[in-house]
């Protein structure tokens, strides 16, 4: 349950990180204003249009593992995307890092539904609900405090810190 609720607070600050760096990112890429968009809508649009199908796979091969699958995945994307030289580079990446984060998603919610019964598995499914929640609420200010102090970069790179911890 700590596991997947660990990866519900990633995701979100996944996304809302990446709207708060598009300032930034701006000022390092020459590029036309729309091809930013693509940084939060390659993620969006991979994200959403792969969650039914990442359940579906969770439940043919494995929930633990497709979880794991996705976190895996998650945390090279986020790696990559914190070391990209360019924005067409992120944008493939944040595409690959939505697909990743469905994967987790939905592999780490049918192992909590696999888990637990009744009252307990509600419990966990709120406890679930609410990690996401903070993760949503918390991500732009966590955002906003690694981008001063660090740069646009460092807000995906924690993707990977955090995907990592949430593996092991």
Request: glycine share 12%; net charge positive.
């Amino acid at each position: 349950l700590l596991t997947v609720c660990a990866a519900a607070l990633v995701l979100p600050l996944s996304f809302a990180g990446a709207i708060i760096a598009l300032p930034s990112m701006r000022n390092e890429f020459n590029a036309p204003p729309g091809a930013f968009n693509w940084v939060v809508n390659a993620f969006m649009l991979s994200f959403g249009s792969c969650l039914l199908t990442a359940g579906s796979l969770a439940d043919r091969w494995g929930r633990k593992r497709i979880f794991s699958y996705g976190m895996g995945l998650f945390s090279l994307s986020s790696l990559l995307i914190g070391f990209s030289p360019d924005l067409s580079t992120i944008n493939v990446f944040r595409g690959v890092q939505g697909i990743a984060a469905a994967a987790a998603l939905s592999g780490g919610s049918a192992a909590l539904a696999q888990e637990f019964e009744g009252q307990r598995r509600t419990q966990a499914f709120s406890m679930l609900g609410t990690t996401f929640g903070i993760g949503l609420a918390f991500g732009p200010l966590v955002s906003g405090l690694m981008l001063q102090f660090f740069g646009w970069r460092s807000i995906f790179l924690s993707g990977t810190v955090i995907g990592i911890l949430v593996l092991v």
